[in-house]
């Protein structure tokens, strides 16, 4: 992340990075909303106040317009950065191009003052000098989201200063000036670090706070509110990859819900206790996770419920996903914590999201999941220890999901009608 901070994260927050970089990125851009129009503002009316004294630098004309047009531009990425970055979801080019344009800017202001000073009388001089720590006060505060942006404008311009000093002492000051300004500029860039370290600081807090709320405390796997928010970004990436291919249909890869149901799981808890439940469950979140391919999700839906996503999965029946996960499930040998080993089976039920070839958009993913935990309803009906799903039948794609659709189905009569058949 040093392209935006200078500070690293820990090993258990870097699955954050992206996060945390369009965070600070975000940040960046609404803190200099208002920050620039004060700058051109005050640019205008400093510029104003200098004309009489810098009349005749006809050049001067041409760059202040050009320092002008930077910081409008920098005020369109501010504006605008919010939302091009989260349609990208690539903070790197704008940022590259904010950053880049705020030190063009350093650098032209550091030019013109060190053009500008030997025709300023001390009054004049002493305002320029006002007016640009202001500036650099301001600039602290405003590109908190990352010091390379602050100090890539504030180094120039202040540096011009030092510069002045050195060759042409204001004040009769010697020396003096350019210490001062130096303990101004290191002040500055020191109290910038502070400023997004405490940022940077509340964003890794705020995302490990965000990650608590969407795991589950016993097993550490996804919760069901992960899930809303993960299918909202997935189901139309999915959908647009379906209506844009050309090939066969069967080629066409979905997403496999699959709901894993530990049978009579209550028994062991009643039989064991509830420390022995949780050994179970700790070791069946883990057996599921060695199981599923490394982009596939495993969740806790609640209880002795698991859901698993098999993201990129051939449209067949049953997946391979969900035989693995039957097969190891009564393989499986789960230890207590006495030490005894317990045998336990699962009820599996799947479906696909989209769920039909022909009609991709029909079902929402919402929809498809109610179809598994209805197959998975039916497993446990007939005795538990079964795998079942539920794929559309052979009739018109607009009569099966007319029927599907509806707030209620009526799954029986559905497949008593040969719209839907169990997998």
């Not at 690539?90 to 191009?97: G, K, S």
């Not at 993960?230 to 291919?245: A, G």
């Not at 064991?272 to 179970?280: R, Y």
Request: a neutral charge; glycine letters at 8%; proline letters at 6%.
């Amino acid at each position: 992340m040093n392209w935006i901070t200078p500070f690293t994260l820990a090993p258990g927050d870097r699955q954050h990075t992206r996060a945390i970089q369009m965070g600070l990125v975000r940040d960046l851009y609404r803190r200099n909303r208002l920050p620039v129009v004060i700058h051109l503002a005050s640019m205008g009316v400093f510029f104003a106040i200098l004309k009489q004294q810098v009349a005749e630098l006809a050049w001067l004309h041409l760059l202040f317009p050009v320092l002008v047009v930077l910081t409008l531009f920098r005020a369109v990425l501010a504006l605008q950065g919010d939302r091009l970055e989260t349609a990208v979801r690539r903070p790197n080019p704008r940022f590259a191009l904010f950053t880049a344009a705020a030190c063009a800017s350093g650098l032209l202001t550091g030019a013109i003052v060190l053009v500008v000073v030997s025709h300023l009388d001390p009054g004049h001089f002493l305002l320029l000098i006002l007016y640009l720590i202001g500036l650099s006060g301001l600039g602290c505060i405003a590109q908190g989201g990352s010091p390379w942006s602050y100090l890539a404008t504030m180094v120039p311009s202040l540096g011009s200063l030092v510069l002045v000093g050195c060759l042409h002492p204001p004040f009769g000051m010697g020396h003096l000036f350019v210490v001062t300004m130096g303990i101004f500029m290191a002040a500055m860039a020191a109290m910038s670090i502070q400023v997004h370290h405490s940022l940077f600081s509340t964003m890794v807090l705020t995302q490990r706070l965000e990650d608590m709320a969407l795991r589950d405390p016993l097993t550490g796997l996804r919760n069901r509110r992960y899930l809303q928010e993960f299918m909202q970004e997935e189901t139309p990436r999915v959908l647009r990859r379906w209506l844009s291919q050309d090939g066969e249909i069967l080629n066409r890869r979905s997403i496999s819900l699959i709901l894993v149901d530990l049978d009579h799981f209550k028994r062991v808890n009643d039989d064991h206790g509830h420390a022995a439940g949780d050994a179970v469950l700790l070791q069946v979140a883990q057996l599921l996770k060695d199981i599923v391919r490394k982009p596939d999700l495993v969740l806790r839906w609640g209880g002795e419920e698991f859901l698993i996503l098999a993201l990129d999965s051939d449209r067949i029946a049953p997946p391979q996903i969900a035989v693995r996960v039957h097969e190891r499930m009564a393989e499986q040998g789960f230890v207590l914590p006495g030490g005894q080993t317990l045998q336990q089976t699962c009820s599996v039920g799947y479906a696909s999201f989209p769920f039909h070839p022909e009609r991709p958009e029909g079902l929402g993913w919402e929809q498809v999941f109610r179809l598994a935990d209805e197959s998975l309803y039916d497993a446990k009906g007939q005795g538990r220890n079964q795998l079942k799903g539920i794929l559309p039948g052979k009739a018109d794609p607009d009569a099966i999901i007319a029927a599907l659709e509806h707030p209620d189905p009526d799954f029986h009569q559905a497949l008593e009608d040969g719209l839907i058949k169990m997998g």
